[in-house]
């Protein structure tokens, strides 16, 4: 992409703070991207490139912190649809801002341990949350019943027939295979069940085979972030509440709310994984 002289002149240079989600794609070469979508608090751009994360959301403080964001401290630029940007050398250029990543965070904190007991204390309470975009799609009582099992066979079927399942931006199947993906991992690593990890590892690889020509170009994004243990803050909230590092109710309120239903799709997986995990570990 050529950028004119007079447009460089003009940029304002500002710095952000970054996953480290999307480290290799903004410490890559320069890449060109185009903007996917635009919103008040937050701009998606879909870079060419086969590395994962292929979309990066450029977000204000308001925004969910998605795990591929980068966080602006500074009002977004006017944008629109299709136009284009560049991103590479820890820089990217987006309209008239460019903006250079000088901070990091950790989308995949580890948990600690966690031992069985809490494990079924929590599962004895987490129900199925309202208002998920599947509730009682057979897929998903397949998802939940296999992985509760160990059954590698089951669980894949059910993840073929979800992944891309649902409208929006996120289809509700993904979501709901997102937050499993991330609840297996940090609970099966903080539980000492390699089963959990094991059933995690596969999984990863069903849903990020082919999932860019399957589902939307940022949930696909999402789903590979999930397959390494990578969220946004809410699930991670969950998860530590899970694990007894914090209040569980108001990190699930907080959840909740994300999203028309991709907070609870996202809590149902969260809720699979807790069950599994429990199951997988020997608990009753």
């Known amino acids: 992409m050529?950028?004119?002289?007079?447009?460089?002149?003009t940029r304002a240079h500002v710095t952000g703070a970054a996953s480290t989600a999307v480290r290799p794609v903004l410490e890559g070469q320069r890449r060109p991207?185009?903007?996917l979508a635009t919103f008040a608090e937050g701009v998606y751009l879909e870079v060419r490139t086969d590395v994962e994360p292929a979309v990066i959301a450029v977000i204000t403080g308001e925004a969910t912190r998605l795990p591929n964001s980068v966080l602006l401290a500074t009002p977004l630029p006017h944008v629109t649809v299709g136009d284009e940007a560049s991103v590479g050398d820890r820089v990217i250029d987006l309209g008239p801002l460019s903006l250079g990543v000088r901070r990091w965070w950790d989308p995949s904190p580890p948990l600690g341990r966690v031992d069985r007991d809490r494990l079924a204390q929590v599962a004895a309470v987490l129900g199925d949350p309202p208002g998920a975009g599947l509730a009682g799609d057979g897929a998903v009582e397949l998802l939940a019943d296999s992985c509760a099992k160990g059954w590698l066979l089951g669980v894949v079927t059910a993840a073929e027939r979800l992944v891309g399942l649902g409208p929006g931006l996120t289809?509700?199947?993904?979501?709901?295979?997102?937050?499993?993906?991330?609840?297996?991992?940090?609970?099966?690593?903080?539980?000492?069940?390699?089963?959990?990890?094991?059933?995690a590892d596969w999984l990863a690889a069903?849903?990020?085979?082919?999932?860019?020509?399957?589902?939307?170009?940022?949930?696909?994004?999402?789903?590979?972030c999930a397959a390494k243990g990578e969220a946004s803050p809410e699930v991670i909230a969950v998860l530590r509440g899970v694990a007894?590092?914090?209040?569980?109710?108001?990190?699930?309120?907080?959840?909740?709310r994300l999203g028309h239903t991709s907070g609870a799709d996202l809590a149902q997986g969260v809720t699979i994984g807790v069950r599994a995990v429990l199951s997988l570990s020997g608990g009753r």
Not at 2 to 9: E, F, G, K, M, Q
Not at 206 to 221: K, L
Not at 244 to 256: D, I, K, S, T, Y
């Open 2 to 9: 050529t950028v004119s002289t007079h447009a460089r002149r």
């Open 33 to 35: 991207a185009r903007v």
């Open 171 to 199: 289809p509700s199947g993904d979501d709901v295979l997102a937050g499993l993906l991330v609840a297996l991992r940090h609970l099966g690593a903080a539980a000492g069940t390699r089963r959990a990890v094991w059933l």
């Open 206 to 224: 069903t849903v990020t085979y082919d999932a860019r020509t399957r589902t939307t170009p940022i949930s696909a994004t999402l789903l590979h």
């Open 244 to 256: 007894g590092r914090q209040a569980l109710e108001p990190a699930l309120r907080r959840l909740h």
